[in-house]
DNA sequence: GCTTTTAGTTTCGACTCGAAACTACATAGA
DNA sequence: TCTATGTAGTTTCGAGTCGAAACTAAAAGC
């Protein structure tokens, strides 16, 4: 009763996936999306270009090139680190949010997503994180995920947090952010 | 509790497939992968340039470099229809088939799969299937779908079937290919 | 027979991609 | 302090992706 694999799904997904995202009304590629997704979700210690170089798997040269594209349509910014002269900080501008917003996620998935039970949709979650931990694990990838979800994360109180990497104080919205130095709980597997 | 949306992972797990396919040993850009290993997958009414470009939702023009590209590099091969001059029939080649049982699906994602239960990754696949066909439904888009999940296949006896559509007898190989005519079951949402 | 449709290719310009060379700044060591 | 060595980021190159539009050739419709 074989139909087709978990890849064949996950490939023919993606592919529609970027596709419909290079077909929108404000259209952009899908890495240009993906890099601006990500500015827009993470925290101050990963908005560099290496970060996001990290993030989409593809090399600084690469990103170099991404970043100066989403520049020049000013759908982002940069902005020199004050302390190290070689970093330079990106954010999405006012139009770059914008768009976001208004392309992301694409129509045809929001539909798909909607039509999904809450049960399932959760489910659905669920799975691809561990799919994607598994992966992250077995290559060797940075598992770069939201900050609360870390295992340096500590909770002090009440909306009330800290970094156990940095001993940095958090807000609750620092807390939602993606972080680079993410580190995921081990899950008994591997390590 | 917001940790990362269903379009987040997606995204993620795509990229980091997409940069392992082009990472490997024989290495190929991933689209030239997508095309190989539906021309490995499709029956005999599926195998022209026009159905590999509704596959990879591509215009014409873009899939026909890219099957230049997989030509030159004796990966696939190109015969003439004998009923109609304009249609080409595509084959991988032996070098073809090699290469995908080498390098399909990637290392990392084999593990992350192999870390998932029996049970778990069914229950993904099943729910990517329905994901998948929403996406294809609110898209517009054709489900090329194998053959035996079409809601035009017959059953006519042990190891016989065929194509409600065609007409055509099919034997159990034929029913396990991808069709681009296929047509999925209604499930009661749309239409 | 003539028009329209369909299958496929070619060309263009913007972009992706990795590799490698490069600049500029930071840091460690003698 | 002077000199590696390392790190952040950019540039350039060649192969490839991508859609749009122009194009060829064969089929189908009338």
Redesign the pocket.
């Known amino acids: 009763m074989e139909r087709a694999s978990l890849y064949e799904y996950l490939s023919r997904i993606s592919r529609l996936l970027?596709?419909e995202e290079?077909s929108g009304r404000e259209a952009l590629?899908a890495?240009?999306m993906a890099a601006l997704h990500y500015l827009n979700r993470c925290n101050r210690y990963s908005d560099?270009?290496?970060s996001v170089a990290d993030y989409?798997?593809?090399?600084?040269?690469?990103v170099?090139?991404?970043?100066?594209?989403l520049e020049n349509k000013g759908l982002i910014e940069r902005h020199a680190d004050a302390n190290?002269?070689?970093?330079?900080h990106l954010a999405p501008t006012r139009a770059g949010k914008q768009l976001l917003r208004a392309e992301i996620p694409p129509p045809a998935f929001r539909a798909a997503e909607a039509e999904l039970g809450n049960d399932d949709r959760d489910q659905l979650r669920e799975l691809l994180e561990t799919l994607l931990r598994g992966m992250q694990r077995s290559g060797q990838i940075s598992s770069f995920g939201v900050c609360r979800t870390c295992s340096h994360f500590r909770r002090l109180g009440e909306n009330r947090f800290q970094c156990g990497l940095t001993e940095e104080r958090l807000t609750p919205a620092d807390s939602e952010k993606i972080c680079r130095e993410h580190a995921a709980y081990a899950t008994g597997a591997n390590d």
Chains 1, 2 share one sequence.
Do not use: E, I, N
């Open positions: 970027m596709a290079r590629p890495v240009q560099t270009p290496a989409l798997a593809a090399t600084k040269g690469t170099s090139q991404t970043l100066r594209a190290d002269g070689r970093v330079v």
